[in-house]
């Protein structure tokens, strides 16, 4: 079982909703990550979060919104997403602050746009 | 630019015949080499860390190993429950510091 909980399991949407994925941790874990992934690809980087504070962003579009309300949460909010952006959208956390390879991944959240 | 390159692409074996996945990489300072698991529709899971040319790592029926300029994962006497894509990151300890991943191998174990 994984510790990473992320819901919801699979969301469709339209190219003009606004919907988000959450992601939480009890772990005590300092760093939540969001990563991206297609299908047979390996996972993207999307965004880092370290002690509450955004400290990685790879130039992801403005219809991602990341938001890490406290340490345990991790909210990602989508509008007006493109069918290309369609993928699974994977959390992770580390015991450390953001740099560290020994990530904790949730199962993912299965998103596609209409 | 950090890269890493890993081989085969897909793998099938019989249950109980080993074998050595390869990761390849290139990194301006290799701060750590980690090896991942992923099933099908589900996130990776962490397996390995591994730091420096000559270390060596054991999970079960798995094992890492680590040179200058590449990684192997022995598998002996597979079981079905093993298939998975396995992946492979690096880290650099200078500049970029997040992970690099590689495309990752993909398993199959027939009973």
């Known amino acids: 079982d994984t510790e990473v909980t992320q819901t919801p399991k699979h969301l469709v949407m339209g190219m003009t909703n606004k919907k988000s994925l959450k992601c939480e941790q009890h772990?005590?874990?300092?760093?939540m990550y969001w990563y991206k992934q297609k299908a047979k690809k390996p996972p993207e980087l999307m965004f880092v979060y370290s002690y509450e504070k955004l400290s990685i962003n790879e130039s992801v579009p403005s219809r991602f919104s990341p938001e890490c309300p406290n340490s345990s949460l991790l909210n990602l909010h989508l509008h007006a997403l493109q069918p290309e952006d369609s993928a699974l959208y994977l959390c992770?956390?580390?015991?450390?602050?953001?740099?560290?390879?020994?990530?904790?991944f949730g199962e993912g959240s299965r998103l596609t746009v209409l | 630019e950090d890269q890493v390159t890993q081989s085969p692409e897909a793998l099938r074996l019989q249950e109980g015949e080993s074998s050595s996945l390869n990761c390849s990489y290139t990194v301006s300072g290799l701060r750590g080499l980690f090896w991942y698991r992923q099933d099908p529709g589900k996130g990776p899971e962490f397996l390995f860390t591994?730091?420096?040319a000559g270390e060596e790592k054991e999970k079960e029926r798995l094992k890492a190993t680590l040179t200058k300029k590449e990684s192997f994962l022995h598998i002996t006497a597979p079981k079905p429950e093993d298939s998975a894509t396995y992946l492979c990151a690096v880290q650099s300890d200078t500049g970029r510091r997040a992970l690099t991943f590689g495309s990752g191998t993909r398993l199959q174990v027939q009973p």
């Open positions: 591994l730091y420096s």
């Open positions: 992770a956390s580390s015991h450390t602050g953001g740099y560290t390879g020994e990530l904790f």
């Open positions: 772990m005590g874990h300092r760093a």
